[in-house]
């Protein structure tokens, strides 16, 4: 019973008062069955098994499972299916060399499967059906050699992410599921997100841009190139692969090592007897003993030793040589007296030849020399040598290699074999020959391998017409009288390819033509055949030489001859079958005619007639009798029906089918890339391998911006600290401009600022560099700066000056039928009051000796200025539309808008007029609305100026809003100020505003605010981001941008913007989407298309101020 090793007790109504005690003594119990039982718990007895490895206890009544540390330590199944347990052993995960585990059918939780369960990697079947799993353990996805899981019939709500990456999972269970929501797949198509050549993938973009996915979360950038998830999880999969791949690897390795040690143990014990001990009995003493007892010279000793160990070692390799008869191969009289014998390798074997042949060798043949001495002391000596000559095929090189070992071994020698090539004899050998032999031409015996003869190409002839998208090449005689003028012609040569275009033929025709040739080339003759292209009134000779045999074109003109309305035989497709004691060919349906590659099994054979060519497919496993009855059918389908002499048969193999063959069935076409632009010069240059140039000529993009975290806002502080130093420094060089001192200060600097509003042309700027600007130059020198402002492009520096009152208005002061006029009229303005003012330092001292280099000029755009241009403002910056002294807007009749808004920083604070309507209320700013009444009221009133405060806003807004409104809004307080708060409108208000409408109430898309601004303008793709102030001037008309708001992404493309960049843009937009999904997972975006002219208002509140885009002086019709 010791002995036992598989024990089945399967319903036998056992309990633990019935197991037979003499199971703890069964040592080597391998499986035991106990299903089907009334057992509470596993019996001890089962526990103490070491050698158990297929355990049954399924159908019983167990509650739990109590294994110790060392226990089943060799368990590869283990079944405890419909039990009762609620959790299975911690200890379970020891067993390593688990397979199969089948827990179904209990009351197991995600609480009840131990986390460590991805240590069973050897696990390939887990079964846990019928149980009250709403999760599973991450770690069932680390057990990598997992192939049926099953985890139907359960409360599962999802699975983790890397169930997908298992690379053995054939069967994933999930139904009966009703609330499970499966994780997304990870994207294995990587080629999917390479997009002109470039790896649009989050994780590529984070790499070169030195961050990692895990980094989106704190936006810190990384200090190295790191891997996503998903790529972690996979490359941790592999080693798991890889870990258990080498366990079973290393019992190999070990049990070879044992193998080995046992033989060398053996061999050792065997020397260590022979060194005692003489094959003949007689003992041979050890060295010590011939030292210490012998009468004669040590060293005649020591030589009688070494002769008895030689001579054994000698026998002893003798008796382990290979027992191999040479008799069929060498004659009993070579090698046993001196002479020279030579043998010439036929057939794989030596043939001895005569001594008439002795120096003479064939280039394509190989040889075996044995040149035997007696010495004077009677010995032979033997040396063998191998000669292949320089066209010898393989097979006659290695065997006269092989032969020469055999040679060696036949008559005991103790030499080399030596090699030698022709023309690199050496001297020795030379010297067997008189120094003296003969290379002939060709080989005397023949190869032993089976020699494949090509059979003769047989030139075809084919017409080509299209289908569809798809071209058909329909057989015709190899003939002049086949072509026609209408018609191109596919004529294959072998060698040479050619294309021959009638004159009347369509050129797309030609074109596919010749993209079927060069697949043909590729695949079918490895790029071993020349393509040829030719019309019918530029033939050349060599096309007539294939076609006819002759350099000269026919003398009978070619004519139309193939009929308006020929259509081409009809294609059948037979299936080979062995019946009864018979074939059957049976046809298959072909649905319309056409012809499909899954209409193939690889099981089958099938017979492809289309009247002039006959196909035969043979599946990759279909059995030999299949393929035998198949060549039988086609040849007698072949003779049964009268066809062209030019029919052939072709046979096509699964997987190796022709390109002619292809082009018979729809849509089994492979795409070949080719370059039809590559030159010689190109090639030599670059090469010719498509995918070593793609990956030396990536693209190179930088989507580093994306990535950055946004730039955070400035406090109160920080803009009131810049503000006054901004101001410090104005207040500091007033002086040395006014005032005239005998020791002047160098360290001073003049900024002259240029505002220029949005709809302001270029007169004044240019007028202003080429005089006025001079004249400044000339007085502060190198201390002179020139700051260009744009409308709501300012910078902080220059709105500090205005006091947070800093007011836009629209139009123009003074309008006039000319605009440049009024500007030049204006700039006229300043220059004479400039001149006024320092007409006594332009008198006595030009600008240049007064100031030299400390004047600077800078100029700025509208909504484009600096912060130090926007700090002179004191936050009171105020832009209005139009031109001073516009009286039809300014001062008329006319209600006015004005929106106050800081982007970023309270130092870019701008108050702009826009269009009057309620719609551009927002609940998170504050407005002006200055209504003039059209008649003066019983008080006297002309008009009215509101202040009104969003619910949002802050009093301090509140208060420079009020400031602006009073200082800069009402001119010459003409008009009371009234404090509106949102929600107490009067109906005056809603009047003069346009009559009440809805309006944005939140704001918080200023917090998330970011415009990018995607570029080819470097040379390559490249995204950057614009300031939080931004304005609309800032969209790039060349251009796309990518805005985005905090709730959308939107993709603005500009008029001019090319479709390529376009592209890109999209693509770098899917990267953003997915970063932010990863670093905002609380605010997810959607991605619009935005067009520029036709902006949504979820585009256009981001920009303060929005208007007409400004049209470019080359686009003005």
């Given at each position: 019973?010791?002995?036992?090793?598989?024990l089945?007790?399967?319903?036998?109504?056992?309990t633990?008062?019935?197991?037979?005690?003499?199971?703890?003594d069964?040592?080597?119990?391998q499986?035991v069955?106990?299903?089907?039982n009334?057992?509470p718990?596993?019996?001890?007895?089962?526990?103490?098994?070491?050698?158990?490895?297929?355990?049954?206890?399924?159908?019983?009544?167990?509650?739990?499972?109590?294994?110790?540390e060392?226990?089943?330590?060799?368990?590869?199944?283990l079944?405890?299916?419909?039990?009762?347990?609620?959790?299975?052993?911690e200890?379970?995960?020891?067993l390593?060399?688990?397979q199969?585990?089948?827990?179904?059918?209990?009351?197991?939780?995600?609480?009840?499967?131990p986390?460590g369960?991805?240590?069973l990697?050897?696990?390939?079947?887990?079964?846990?059906?019928?149980?009250?799993?709403?999760?599973?353990?991450?770690?069932?996805?680390?057990?990598?050699?997992?192939?049926?899981?099953k985890l139907d019939?359960?409360?599962?709500?999802?699975?983790?992410?890397s169930?997908?990456?298992?690379?053995?999972?054939?069967?994933?269970?999930?139904?009966?599921?009703?609330?499970?929501?499966?994780?997304?797949?990870?994207?294995?198509?990587?080629?999917?997100?390479?997009?002109y050549?470039?790896?649009?993938?989050?994780?590529n973009?984070?790499?070169?841009?030195g961050?990692?996915?895990s980094?989106?979360i704190?936006?810190v950038?990384s200090?190295?190139?790191?891997?996503?998830?998903?790529a972690r999880?996979?490359?941790?999969?592999?080693?798991?692969?890889?870990?258990?791949?080498?366990?079973?690897?290393?019992k190999?390795?070990e049990?070879?090592s044992n193998?080995?040690?046992?033989?060398?143990?053996?061999?050792?014990?065997?020397n260590?007897?022979?060194?005692?001990?003489?094959?003949?009995?007689?003992k041979?003493?050890?060295?010590?003993?011939?030292?210490?007892?012998?009468?004669?010279?040590i060293?005649?000793?020591?030589?009688?030793?070494?002769?008895?160990?030689?001579s054994?070692?000698?026998?002893?390799?003798?008796?382990?040589?290979?027992?191999i008869?040479?008799?069929?191969?060498?004659?009993?009289?070579v090698?046993?007296?001196?002479?020279?014998w030579?043998?010439?390798?036929?057939?794989?074997?030596?043939?001895?030849?005569?001594?008439?042949?002795?120096?003479?060798?064939?280039?394509?043949?190989?040889?075996?020399?044995?040149r035997?001495?007696?010495?004077?002391?009677?010995?032979?000596?033997?040396?063998?040598y191998?000669?292949?000559?320089?066209?010898?095929?393989?097979?006659?090189?290695?065997?006269?290699?092989?032969?020469?070992?055999?040679?060696?071994?036949y008559?005991?020698?103790t030499?080399?074999?030596?090699?030698?090539?022709?023309?690199?004899?050496?001297?020795?050998?030379?010297?067997?020959?008189?120094?003296?032999?003969?290379?002939i031409?060709?080989?005397?015996?023949?190869?032993?391998?089976?020699?494949?003869?090509?059979?003769?190409?047989?030139?075809?002839?084919?017409?080509?017409?299209?289908?569809?998208?798809?071209?058909?090449?329909?057989?015709?005689?190899?003939?002049?009288?086949?072509?026609?003028?209408?018609?191109?012609?596919?004529?294959?040569?072998?060698?040479?390819?050619?294309?021959?275009?009638?004159?009347?033929?369509?050129?797309?025709?030609?074109?596919?033509?010749?993209l079927?040739a060069?697949?043909?080339?590729?695949?079918?003759?490895?790029?071993?055949?020349?393509?040829e292209t030719?019309?019918?009134l530029?033939t050349?000779?060599?096309?007539?030489?294939?076609?006819?045999?002759?350099?000269?074109?026919?003398?009978d003109?070619?004519?139309?001859?193939v009929?308006?309305?020929?259509?081409?035989?009809r294609?059948?497709?037979?299936q080979?079958?062995?019946?009864?004691?018979?074939?059957e060919?049976?046809q298959?349906d072909?649905?319309?005619?056409v012809?499909?590659?899954?209409?193939?099994?690889?099981?089958?054979?099938?017979?492809?007639?289309?009247?002039?060519?006959?196909?035969?497919?043979?599946?990759?496993?279909?059995?030999?009798?299949?393929?035998?009855?198949?060549q039988?059918?086609?040849?007698?389908?072949?003779a049964?029906l009268?066809?062209p002499?030019?029919?052939?048969?072709?046979?096509?193999v699964?997987?190796?089918?022709?390109?002619?063959?292809?082009?018979k069935?729809?849509?089994?076409?492979?795409?070949?890339?080719?370059?039809?632009?590559?030159?010689?010069?190109?090639?030599?240059?670059?090469?010719?391998?498509?995918?070593?140039i793609?990956?030396?000529?990536?693209?190179?993009?930088?989507?580093?911006?994306?990535?950055?975290?946004?730039?955070?806002?400035?406090?109160?502080d920080?803009?009131?600290?810049?503000?006054?130093?901004?101001?410090?420094?104005l207040?500091?060089?007033?002086p040395?401009?006014?005032?005239?001192?005998?020791?002047?200060?160098e360290?001073f600097?003049?900024?002259?600022?240029f505002?220029?509003?949005?709809?302001?042309?270029?007169?004044?700027?240019l007028?202003?560099?080429?005089?006025?600007?001079?004249?400044?130059?000339?007085?502060?020198?190198?201390?002179?700066?020139?700051v260009?402002?744009?409308?709501?492009?300012?910078?902080?520096k220059?709105?500090?000056?205005?006091?947070?009152?800093?007011?836009?208005?629209?139009?123009?002061?003074?309008?006039?039928m000319?605009?440049?006029?009024?500007?030049?009229?204006?700039?006229?303005?300043?220059?004479?009051?400039?001149?006024?003012?320092?007409?006594?330092?332009?008198?006595?001292?030009?600008?240049?000796?007064?100031?030299?280099?400390?004047?600077?000029?800078?100029?700025?755009?509208?909504?484009?200025?600096?912060?130090?241009?926007?700090?002179?403002?004191?936050?009171k910056?105020?832009?209005?539309?139009?031109?001073?002294?516009?009286?039809?807007?300014?001062?008329g009749?006319?209600?006015?808008?004005?929106?106050?808004?800081?982007?970023?920083?309270?130092?870019?604070?701008r108050?702009?007029?826009?269009?009057?309507?309620?719609?551009?209320?927002?609940?998170?700013?504050?407005?002006?609305?200055?209504?003039?009444?059209?008649?003066?009221?019983d008080?006297?009133?002309?008009?009215?100026?509101?202040?009104?405060?969003?619910k949002?806003?802050?009093?301090?807004?509140?208060?420079?809003?009020?400031?602006?409104?009073r200082?800069?809004?009402?001119?010459?307080?003409?008009?009371?100020?009234e404090?509106v708060?949102?929600?107490?409108?009067?109906?005056?208000?809603?009047?003069?505003?346009?009559?009440?409408?809805?309006?944005?109430?939140?704001?918080?898309?200023l917090?998330?605010?970011?415009l990018?601004?995607?570029?080819?303008?470097?040379?390559?793709?490249?995204?950057?981001?614009?300031?939080?102030?931004?304005?609309?001037?800032?969209?790039?008309?060349?251009?796309t941008?990518?805005l985005?708001?905090?709730?959308?992404v939107?993709?603005w493309?500009?008029?001019h913007?090319?479709?390529?960049?376009?592209?890109?843009?999209?693509?770098?937009a899917?990267?953003?989407?997915?970063?932010?999904?990863?670093?905002?997972?609380?605010r997810?975006r959607?991605?619009?298309?935005s067009?520029?002219?036709?902006?949504?208002?979820?585009?256009t509140k981001?920009?303060?101020?929005?208007?007409?885009?400004?049209?470019?002086?080359?686009?003005?019709?």
């Open positions: 019973m010791k002995a036992l090793r598989v089945h007790m399967r319903n036998t109504c056992r633990l008062d019935n197991i037979p005690p003499i199971l703890d069964l040592d080597n119990l499986d069955d106990f299903s089907s009334e057992l718990q596993v019996p001890d007895c089962v526990y103490k098994l070491k050698s158990l490895r297929k355990l049954d206890l399924s159908h019983n009544q167990i509650e739990r499972i109590e294994l110790d060392k226990g089943w330590e060799q368990l590869e199944t079944n405890i299916s419909s039990n009762l347990l609620k959790s299975l052993p200890q379970i995960v020891r390593v060399k688990l199969r585990l089948y827990a179904s059918d209990n009351q197991l939780t995600f609480d009840g499967i986390s369960i991805g240590k990697v050897h696990l390939q079947v887990l079964h846990l059906s019928y149980n009250k799993l709403e999760l599973i353990p991450e770690g069932i996805s680390r057990c990598v050699r997992l192939e049926r899981l019939n359960n409360k599962l709500i999802t699975l983790p992410d169930i997908h990456l298992l690379p053995d999972l054939k069967q994933l269970d999930l139904h009966n599921n009703d609330e499970l929501v499966m994780p997304p797949k990870p994207n294995e198509q990587r080629k999917a997100l390479a997009f050549n470039i790896d649009f993938s989050l994780a973009q984070m790499k070169l841009a961050q990692s996915p980094s989106s704190s936006s950038p200090s190295g190139p790191h891997k996503d998830p998903v999880k996979k490359e941790f999969l592999k080693r798991r692969r890889m870990q258990a791949d080498s366990q079973g690897a290393n190999v390795i049990g070879m193998v080995a040690g046992a033989a060398r143990e053996r061999l050792e014990n065997e260590t007897t022979a060194l005692g001990h003489h094959e003949d009995g007689v041979i003493p050890s060295w010590k003993v011939i030292v210490r007892h012998t009468s004669i010279n060293n005649t000793s020591y030589v009688i030793v070494v002769m008895k160990f030689s054994y070692l000698k026998d002893k390799i003798e008796q382990r040589k290979p027992r008869d040479y008799s069929d191969v060498f004659d009993e009289e090698g046993q007296n001196a002479g020279l030579l043998w010439q390798i036929e057939n794989f074997y030596p043939t001895i030849l005569d001594e008439s042949f002795y120096g003479h060798f064939y280039e394509a043949d190989a040889y075996l020399i044995l035997t001495i007696k010495e004077e002391s009677g010995a032979l000596k033997h040396s063998i191998y000669w292949i000559g320089e066209h010898a095929s393989l097979d006659k090189g290695m065997c006269a290699a092989v032969h020469a070992v055999n040679l060696r071994n008559l005991g020698a030499c080399r074999t030596e090699r030698e090539d022709m023309n690199e004899e050496s001297d020795e050998f030379l010297e067997l020959f008189g120094e003296e032999i003969t290379y031409e060709g080989a005397r015996t023949a190869s032993g391998f089976y020699k494949i003869e090509k059979q003769p190409h047989i030139n075809r002839l084919y017409r080509v017409s299209a289908n569809g998208s798809s071209v058909q090449m329909e057989p015709v005689p190899v003939s002049v009288d086949s072509l026609d003028p209408r018609y191109v012609f596919f004529l294959d040569a072998g060698d040479t390819m050619w294309i021959w275009s009638g004159r009347k033929a369509r050129i797309t025709i030609s074109n596919k033509a010749r079927f060069v697949k043909m080339n590729k695949k079918d003759r490895k790029g071993t055949s020349e393509i030719c019309t019918e530029k050349p000779e060599e096309f007539w030489i294939a076609l006819c045999g002759q350099p000269k074109k026919p003398d003109p070619i004519v139309e001859h009929d308006a309305d020929f259509v081409p035989e294609r059948r497709l037979y080979v079958q062995i019946g009864m004691g018979f074939l060919l049976p298959v072909l649905k319309g005619g012809l499909k590659q899954d209409m193939l099994s690889t099981k089958c054979a099938y017979i492809l007639d289309c009247t002039s060519d006959i196909f035969l497919w043979l599946g990759k496993k279909a059995n030999r009798l299949l393929k035998m009855a198949g039988k059918m086609v040849c007698e389908l072949h049964m009268e066809r002499d030019y029919t052939t048969i072709s046979r096509e699964e997987g190796e089918e022709t390109t002619m063959f292809r082009s069935f729809q849509g089994w076409d492979d795409i070949v890339p080719y370059d039809f632009t590559m030159t010689a010069d190109s090639v030599q240059r670059r090469g010719a391998d498509l995918k070593v793609m990956e030396r000529d990536k693209i190179k993009t930088d989507l580093a911006s994306l990535f950055l975290p946004r730039q955070p806002p400035m406090s109160e920080e803009a009131d600290q810049m503000m006054e130093e901004c101001n410090e420094d207040e500091y060089l007033e040395f401009v006014l005032r005239i001192v005998e020791k002047r200060q360290d600097k003049c900024v002259v600022y505002w220029q509003g949005r709809d302001a042309n270029n007169m004044g700027w007028h202003f560099t080429f005089s006025l600007q001079k004249k400044f130059e000339d007085l502060f020198k190198d201390k002179l700066e020139v260009r402002m744009y409308q709501q492009q300012e910078n902080h220059f709105l500090s000056h205005f006091h947070r009152k800093f007011v836009i208005r629209r139009g123009r002061r003074g309008l006039t000319n605009l440049g006029v009024t500007v030049m009229t204006n700039v006229l303005n300043i220059q004479k009051k400039f001149e006024d003012l320092f007409k006594d330092k332009l008198e006595v001292k030009k600008f240049e000796d007064l100031f030299k280099d400390k004047l600077e000029v800078v100029r700025m755009y509208q909504q484009q200025e600096n912060h130090k241009f926007l700090s002179h403002f004191h936050r910056f105020v832009i209005r539309r139009g031109r001073r002294g516009l009286t039809m807007n300014l001062g009749h006319w209600p006015e808008l004005f929106a106050m808004r800081a982007n970023g920083s309270s130092v870019c604070t108050t702009i007029q826009i269009d009057c309507k309620a719609t551009h209320l927002n609940s998170s700013f504050c407005f002006i609305l200055r209504a003039p009444y059209r008649c003066v009221d008080d006297g009133c002309k008009g009215k100026i509101f202040v009104w405060m969003g949002h806003t802050t009093k301090k807004q509140h208060s420079l809003c009020e400031e602006i409104a200082e800069l809004i009402n001119r010459d307080n003409e008009f009371p100020i404090l708060n949102e929600g107490e409108e009067s109906d005056v208000f809603w009047e003069y505003i346009g009559g009440k409408k809805k309006y944005d109430t939140n704001g918080d898309f917090m998330y605010a970011r990018f601004r995607c570029t080819n303008e470097k040379g390559y793709f490249a995204v950057s981001e614009k300031t939080v102030d931004f304005c609309q001037d800032d969209l790039d008309d060349d251009d941008m990518i985005d708001n905090g709730e959308q939107f993709l493309m500009g008029a913007a090319s479709e390529v960049e376009l592209k890109l843009a999209y693509k770098a899917q990267v953003y989407l997915a970063h932010m999904k990863i670093k905002q997972p609380d997810p959607r991605l619009m298309l067009i520029k002219g036709r902006e949504s208002r979820r585009f981001c920009f303060h101020a929005w208007g007409k885009h400004k049209v470019p002086a080359g686009d003005q019709l």
